[in-house]
Each structure stands twice: as C-alpha cells, then as structure tokens.
Nanobody, 121 residues
C-alpha cells in the first residue's frame, strides 16, 4: 500500500501564504498523477490541483492564478504553494496519488488523512 502524509496546514490571515507538503511512502511503485483536493464545511470535496509525473499541472477554478502545485519525484513528494489566501479557502486539504495499472492489476487511488487550513483575521 501507499501512505500519504500531509503537512503545512495551519492558521493564516487573509492575503497570506501557506505551503503544503505531502510525502508518499510504502509501496510507491508506479505513482503517476499526484495532487490536492479540499473540503470546506458543508460542501463536497473539490479539485484544487493535480500534477503529472512529468510536471504538467491542472487547477481547479478557485485555485488557478493563486496556487502552484509542484512535485519532487526523487522525494516522492507533492507540494502546494498557496498565495493570496481568502477565507473561502478554509477547509481540510487532502493529498491524492494515483498508482498506474500493471498487467492485470487495475489502477488505484490513494488519499491522505488531510491537513486543516484556516484563513481568518
């Protein structure tokens, strides 16, 4: 199995910045796309950003232009740099990783337990 552990969440004022990290461990073969989703109170989980193994990003509408996703394949780690944070960014941020298929083994998705981000003055 793959374990994902997030870090870097916390309390920040509006307009501030945070940098989230997610490190993958365990059976980490064939990890392809990684990224971040978030869930605000009373809302469904939504895409924040994903990034392929080669570094091609994809952003949700609320993150585009303010957040930057990156990864370090040698460290099996994905990052999320969040700038110009707003109260609406408050929520639990979950790390995501996809393990690609191998022969008859299907692809599989992994999720971290989440790290809380609170944007408030």
């Amino acid at each position: 199995q793959v374990q994902l552990v997030e870090s870097g969440g916390g309390l920040v004022q509006p307009g501030g910045s945070l940098r989230l990290s997610c490190a993958a461990s365990g059976v980490i073969l064939r990890i392809s796309t990684m990224g971040w989703y978030r869930q605000a109170p009373g809302k469904e989980r939504e895409l924040v950003a994903t990034i392929t193994r080669s570094g091609s990003p994809n952003y949700g509408d609320s993150a585009r232009g303010r957040f930057t996703v990156s990864r370090d394949n040698a460290k099996n780690t994905v990052y999320l740099q969040m700038n110009s944070l707003e109260p609406e960014d408050t929520g639990v941020y979950y790390c995501y990783a996809e393990q690609s298929r191998y022969l008859t083994m299907p692809s599989r998705d992994y999720w971290g337990k989440g790290t809380r981000v609170t944007v408030s003055s």
